[in-house]
C-alpha cells in the first residue's frame, strides 16, 4: 500500500453557513485549495488520510459534512431540493478560497454523492470558477437492483410522504476489500443506512441532468473509478467522462465504491497527486516586470 500516509487531524473546524466543515493547512503557502464533498450516509470524518495526501502535495484543504449528514443540520438522507446541495457547495466554495490567495487555484474533488454534486454543478449554465475538478466512483446511476416497486413508491411517497425512509441495501463490502476500512464503517455512528424518498427522486433527476448536460463542462477532469463498484455503475460514468472534452479517465480495475479506502488505495493517491500537480497555477512574478 505505497504512497497511503494515513489519517491526519483537521487544522481547525468550524461552522460555515450552518454546516460542519474541517480545514487542512500546510506548512508553507498553499499553492491552492481543495474542496472536498463526501459520499451519501457519510461524513468528512472519513477523508482525513485524503486530506494528508493533498496537504502533502502542499495545497490546503476544505471538508464539510453535507446538509443532513454528519454534524452538520437536517433529517438524515433528506433534502426538499438538490439545489439546496448546490447552494451549500457554493458557500463551501467561498469559504476554501478565503484560505488561500485570491489568485491561487481551486479544485473540486468529490466521492459518490459528492460527485454528484460537484459535477451537477459544473454542467450548470453558471457553473463555479475552479481550475480543475477530481471525480471518485460518481454516483451517475446505480448498479445495485432496485425492485421497481421500490422506485415507483419513493415517486409517490416523494409527493405524499417526501421523507419515507427505507434501507439503503449498502454493504460495508461493496465499499471496500479492507477489512480494517469495513471494520471501521461499521463502527462509525456518523454514519447511516435510510434513504428517503424525496433524496431518491431529487438525485436521479440530477444524474439525469449531468448525463444531458456533460458536454458543458470545459475545466479539467480526472476520474478515478472503481471497476468492480457493484454500487455506483461505472459504464455511466464511462458514458458521462466521454461526453466532456479532455476528461482523464481511470478504470480502477478489482476496486470497489470507495477507491480512496480500498486495499491499493496507495494507487489512487498517486493518481490523486498528479492531479493536483496538473492543475494550472497562477504565474510566478518577476521582479521588476
Known amino acids: 500500500m505505497n504512497d497511503a500516509p494515513g489519517p491526519i487531524s483537521p487544522t481547525s473546524t468550524e461552522t460555515i453557513s450552518g454546516l460542519y466543515t474541517e480545514t487542512f493547512l500546510p506548512a508553507g503557502t498553499p499553492k491552492g485549495v481543495v474542496v472536498i464533498t463526501h459520499g451519501y450516509a457519510e461524513h468528512c470524518g472519513r ?147 435510510i434513504a428517503t424518498s424525496r433524496w431518491f427522486i431529487e438525485a436521479s433527476a440530477a444524474q439525469e441532468y449531468v448525463f444531458a448536460h456533460a458536454s458543458r463542462i470545459t475545466l479539467p477532469t480526472t476520474w478515478l473509478v472503481g471497476g468492480d463498484d457493484p454500487i455506483a455503475d461505472p459504464a455511466r460514468s464511462k458514458a458521462v467522462a466521454s461526453k466532456i472534452a479532455g476528461a482523464k479517465y481511470h478504470d480502477l480495475v478489482g476496486m470497489k465504491h470507495e477507491v480512496f479506502n480500498e486495499v491499493d488505495r496507495g494507487k489512487v493517491f498517486v493518481e490523486l497527486t498528479k492531479a493536483l500537480a496538473a492543475a494550472p497555477l497562477p504565474p510566478t512574478s518577476v521582479s521588476g516586470i
Open 47 to 193: 477523508y482525513h488520510e485524503v486530506a494528508h495526501v493533498i496537504v502533502n502535495a502542499g495545497w490546503a484543504a476544505l471538508s464539510y459534512d453535507v446538509r443532513g449528514h454528519g454534524k452538520s443540520p437536517g433529517e438524515r438522507g433528506y433534502i426538499d431540493r438538490f439545489s439546496i446541495y448546490l447552494g451549500d457547495f457554493a458557500a463551501m466554495q467561498a469559504a476554501a478560497r478565503q484560505l488561500v490567495s485570491p489568485t491561487a487555484p481551486m479544485i473540486l474533488l468529490g466521492h459518490s454523492h459528492g460527485s454528484l454534486i460537484t459535477l451537477r454543478a459544473l454542467a450548470d449554465e453558471r457553473p463555479p470558477q475552479a481550475a480543475a475538478a477530481i471525480i471518485s466512483s460518481p454516483f451517475l446511476a446505480l448498479r445495485l437492483a432496485v425492485p421497481g416497486y421500490q422506485r415507483l413508491l419513493a415517486r409517490v411517497a416523494s409527493r405524499l410522504a417526501p421523507k419515507l425512509s427505507q434501507p439503503n441495501a449498502l454493504r460495508v463490502t461493496d465499499l471496500t476489500q479492507d477489512k480494517e476500512k469495513q471494520a471501521e464503517r461499521l463502527a462509525d455512528k456518523l454514519c447511516f443506512d
